[in-house]
């Protein structure tokens, strides 16, 4: 069960991140 958290977790905070990535790319 932990791994499976970590790993939503991490998917979660990736999609946050290339969510950020994109929002200030096209902000520029």
Known sequence: ???DEVQ???DS???QAL???FE???AI
């Open 13 to 15: 905070l990736l999609e």
């Open 1 to 3: 069960m932990g791994t």
């Open 19 to 21: 969510d950020a990535l």
């Open 24 to 26: 200030k790319r096209f």
């Open 8 to 10: 939503l977790d991490r």
